[in-house]
């Protein structure tokens, strides 16, 4: 039925006497059955009978039972499949055909091989028909290159020999984890989202220079500095450049590389910078490779650099979400970049969450002035692991002194309440006309009407 789908102009290849010599074998001698099982599945059996037959010889094997043919006659008759397979005279004929079970690796291997040459026909005849009929070429590619690796063996160790128990487990001589920032440490997994226009290119910038330079970004200590890989999906190149140099105070003393797409395109023979495909975020770990000392991957953002995928759909973010923790498990930091939907939440599926350490938000101050550039408040939605001072969250601004960017930042119960008693001063004194006119409670600003009060007291 499949030849004649594919309408193939041959047949596909077969070893009928070879699949009858394996069933036959384990028949002759039950312990064969162990060797068949690490080279052959049902599947690979052309015969549909062949494929009932060795399945059951498997749920005998199973169960515990011999396996003779008594047994597996009654077994087949029990599933209803003796019939089908040319009753219990075929069952005779297939040990009558086998003199010894010595060669059953052998009978296995022309099975295998048989199988295998029928899937990279019926593959590449796929592959044929896809390319004819206009299909995207990256998917033919990796669809060519997963074929190509199939037969490669899996030279890494069972998930056995990473079972620990909880003696062992306390026993274990873990080294501490350094902490590039207090909720950035290595391996961490953390997102930075907020509205277009909010200031989170300027504040994954912040991040980077600080990082790289060793210098404290506002009040959370960086330890030491490290190598930071800035991925960037769409800023031009003159825009990224003078930002990146109005914020460095000083030289970068860990390495500091950027990927932008728009040198991609321009050097790369007209390649977009897409990492939702595979191949090109195996790209970036070869990069990563190559320069051990970059421990901190920035991605902006999500929007741009993973294009084509249904945001709203975890299943669509699961690819991309191991592949995120595989460089968890590297020791690689990471920082995603994404927008904010229109209820101020991150844009898409809650699932992208999962896997994470920390979840910033950045937001847009009530009351903001647009003009007077970037100013946001920086709230922790997720910190794991982290508390206190370090995850409160802060009033943050950039300011031109003496023809530089300067950060100045407080902390938001500051903030709000130095803008509490602005309005206190100017008459101001209901928490309802307070909480509306600073996007708060009216029991905080009835919180912060106390403090005033007790301060003019």
Wanted: some cysteine; aromatic content about 6%; glycine content about 8%.
């Amino acid at each position: 039925m499949i030849e004649a789908a594919l309408d193939l102009p041959r047949s596909l290849p077969q070893a009928p006497e070879a699949e009858q010599a394996i069933l036959g074998a384990v028949l002759l001698d039950p312990a064969a059955l162990a060797v068949a099982q690490e080279l052959v599945a049902d599947g690979d059996f052309t015969s549909q009978g062949h494929q009932c037959i060795y399945r059951a010889m498997l749920d005998l094997a199973e169960c515990g039972d011999s396996i003779d043919n008594v047994t597996l006659t009654e077994r087949l008759k029990q599933k209803g499949e003796l019939t089908n397979i040319g009753g219990a005279a075929y069952l005779a004929e297939l040990v009558a055909g086998v003199v010894s079970s010595v060669n059953i690796k052998s009978y296995c291997l022309s099975v295998r091989k048989a199988a295998e040459n029928r899937r990279i026909i019926r593959e590449i005849y796929s592959i044929q028909e896809r390319a004819y009929s206009g299909a995207d070429p990256e998917e033919l590619f990796a669809r060519l290159r997963a074929l190509h690796d199939y037969q490669k063996p899996d030279t890494r160790l069972p998930l056995s020999e990473a079972l620990v128990s909880y003696s062992s487990l306390l026993s274990l001589d873990l080294p501490k984890r350094p902490q590039h920032l207090p909720w950035l440490p290595e391996g961490g997994n953390v997102m930075v989202y907020g509205p277009r226009g909010v200031g989170k290119t300027f504040f994954q910038l912040a991040l980077t220079v600080s990082l790289t330079s060793g210098q404290d970004l506002w009040n959370w200590k960086v330890e030491n500095p490290v190598g930071v890989l800035y991925v960037d999906g769409e800023m031009q190149l003159d825009e990224l450049r003078t930002r990146t140099t109005a914020l460095m105070g000083k030289p970068p003393r860990a390495s500091l590389e950027f990927l932008t797409s728009q040198l991609v395109y321009q050097r790369c023979g007209g390649k977009d910078l897409i990492l939702t495909s595979e191949p090109m975020r195996q790209e970036v770990v070869r990069i990563l490779d190559a320069r051990p000392d970059i421990r901190v991957l920035i991605l902006d953002n999500i929007s741009c650099l993973f294009s084509g995928i249904d945001e709203c759909r975890k299943e669509d973010w699961e690819p991309i979400g191991a592949w995120l923790i595989r460089l968890r498990h590297r020791g690689l930091a990471t920082v995603l970049v994404h927008h904010a939907g229109k209820d101020g939440k991150q844009r898409g599926t809650s699932g992208r969450e999962d896997s994470l350490d920390t979840v910033i938000q950045l937001s847009k101050p009530p009351g903001a002035d647009d003009r007077e550039g970037c100013h946001f408040e920086l709230a922790f939605t997720k910190s794991r692991s982290v508390t206190g001072k370090d995850v409160a969250p802060l009033d943050v601004r950039l300011q031109t002194v003496n023809d530089r960017l300067q950060w100045v930042y407080q902390p938001i119960e500051e903030c709000k309440l130095d803008q509490a008693q602005r309005l206190f001063n100017e008459g101001v004194i209901s928490p309802s006309d307070i909480a509306e006119e600073l996007g708060i409670t009216k029991g905080y600003a009835s919180k912060l009407l106390k403090r005033i009060k007790a301060g003019v007291q």
